[in-house]
């Protein structure tokens, strides 16, 4: 099992950046994927971004490709959400999950979970 630990979300103003941090811990190996999706108010959790721990392969949602950067320290085990030119639809609880294997963009292939952060862009 794996544990995820979500931190730097906050409220900005639409156009500015954010970066949000993961610290993952637990039996994590070098064939897992990690990723952030995030849920807005009475909507359903989305993907946003994956990154496969060995070859930091990533992979983005059309909805933030361009804006968003996923990035890992392996040394440290961290992963990093760089969003810029923020947008108020990107407001949400931003998650943090990870899984064994390839990266897929459903909620439900992803057994470990964060207690995620909050981000709210205001317009």
């Known amino acids: 099992q794996v544990q995820l630990v979500e931190s730097g979300g906050g409220l900005v103003q639409a156009g500015e950046s954010l970066t949000l941090s993961c610290a993952v811990s637990?039996?994590?190996?070098?064939?897992?994927?990690v990723g952030w999706f995030r849920q807005a108010p009475g909507k359903e959790r989305e993907f946003v971004a994956t990154i496969k721990w060995s070859t930091g392969i990533t992979v983005y949602a059309d909805s933030v490709k361009g804006r968003f950067t996923i990035s890992r320290d392996n040394a440290k085990n961290w992963v990093y959400l760089q969003m810029n030119s923020l947008k108020p639809e990107d407001t949400a609880v931003y998650y943090c999950?990870?899984?064994?294997?390839?990266?897929?963009?459903?909620?439900?292939?992803?057994?470990?979970w964060g207690q995620g952060t909050q981000v709210t862009v205001s317009s």
């Open positions: 999950a990870a899984r064994y294997g390839s990266s897929y963009t459903e909620t439900s292939q992803y057994p470990d």
């Open positions: 637990g039996r994590l190996f070098t064939s897992h994927t």
